[in-house]
């Protein structure tokens, strides 16, 4: 049965309490607090699913510190609210911005560091990641334009499509430029809402920004078309093995190198085939190769 977890309630009372120092320090009006809290309890409820989900009956050292940026991120969605009826305490929410963003390599340090790494923890991170650039872009938009929007808008698209397309829907392999442009994303977003350049600069670096993720986003696309054939063979059989699989895969991935492109010819971004995440076959139609 499903049950809420400690750690997320813990992770809710201690939301609130951020959002009451706020209140009283900076003022936060009717919209902030509605956000705010609403923002709350929807990663209470979140966390706690996918704690249900996944079995996890704590949370490990590296999600406390992903709950704790994801409450920094819960004030800045508030405050961001708050900006559309009332004038915003820029400096606050850089802060918390700061120090959401560089709790980011914290956590993957503590994860790495106590043997705690999981899907869990890995899904967690990415999506308090993925809303934090979102609300920036909502922030940024008013004075940067509405174009902004598609910076924080792509990790969304890319899930809805997800759900449409099948071919989409398989794991990816990991690649170390996208945390880096993830990462990206958050430092500019960050210094155009501070307002800390000229605002040619400023917009310059947006582009770049968004072009950097557009080509991210695109390469992932890619790949997951061109292997869409190969991983739907691997997935069609559900009594076929995991090491059966990968056998199958490597084979495949010799003779077919210039079909499938460059990510599945033995390397992709310096990272040995044998090395990246084991084939899983199930009946949901999907594969980690």
């Given at each position: 049965m499903s049950t809420v977890r400690t750690g997320p309630l813990v992770g809710l009372i201690v939301q609130v309490v951020v959002l009451a120092v706020l209140a009283e320090t900076v003022g936060l009006g009717a919209a902030g607090w509605?956000?705010?809290?609403?923002?709350?309890?929807?990663?209470?409820?979140?966390?706690?699913?996918?704690?249900?989900?996944?079995?996890?009956?704590?949370?490990?050292?590296?999600n406390r510190v992903t709950l704790s940026r994801a409450i920094l991120v819960g004030g800045v969605t508030a405050l961001a609210a708050d900006s559309f009826t009332r004038p915003a305490p820029v400096t606050v929410m850089v802060v918390l911005t700061s120090v959401a963003l560089a709790l980011d390599a914290v956590d993957g340090y503590t994860a790495r560091r106590t043997g705690t790494s999981s899907e869990l923890g890995a899904r967690f991170d990415m999506e308090i990641d993925s809303f934090l650039v979102l609300v920036l872009c909502l922030y940024v938009?008013?004075?940067a334009g509405a174009w902004v929007l598609a910076i924080g808008a792509m990790r969304y698209v890319f899930m809805a499509a997800s759900w449409v397309l099948g071919w989409m829907r398989g794991s990816l392999p990991p690649r170390y430029w996208r945390k880096i442009v993830a990462a990206i994303q958050g430092v500019v977003l960050t210094v155009?809402?501070?307002?800390?350049?000229?605002?040619?600069?400023?917009?310059?670096?947006?582009?770049?920004?968004?072009?950097?993720l557009i080509e991210s986003f695109g390469r992932d696309v890619t790949w997951l078309w061109?292997?869409?054939?190969?991983?739907?063979?691997?997935?069609?059989?559900?009594?076929?093995?995991?090491?059966?699989?990968?056998?199958?895969?490597?084979?495949?991935?010799?003779?077919?190198?210039?079909?499938?492109?460059?990510?599945c010819a033995g390397k992709a971004d310096g990272l040995p085939w044998q090395e990246?995440?084991?084939?899983?076959?199930?009946?949901?139609?999907?594969?980690?190769?």
């Open positions: 509605l956000a705010g809290l609403a923002y709350g309890v929807g990663l209470c409820f979140l966390l706690s699913q996918g704690m249900n989900r996944s079995g996890a009956p704590d949370l490990s050292p590296a938009a008013p004075s155009a809402m501070g307002d800390a350049l000229p605002g040619p600069l400023t917009t310059a670096m947006l582009v770049v920004s968004l072009a950097l061109l292997t869409r054939h190969l991983r739907r063979t691997l997935s069609y059989d559900p009594q076929v093995t995991v090491n059966h699989a990968s056998s199958q895969l490597s084979h495949s991935t010799q003779t077919a190198g210039p079909v499938l492109g460059g990510s990246r995440q084991t084939v899983a076959v199930g009946r949901s139609g999907t594969a980690r190769v």
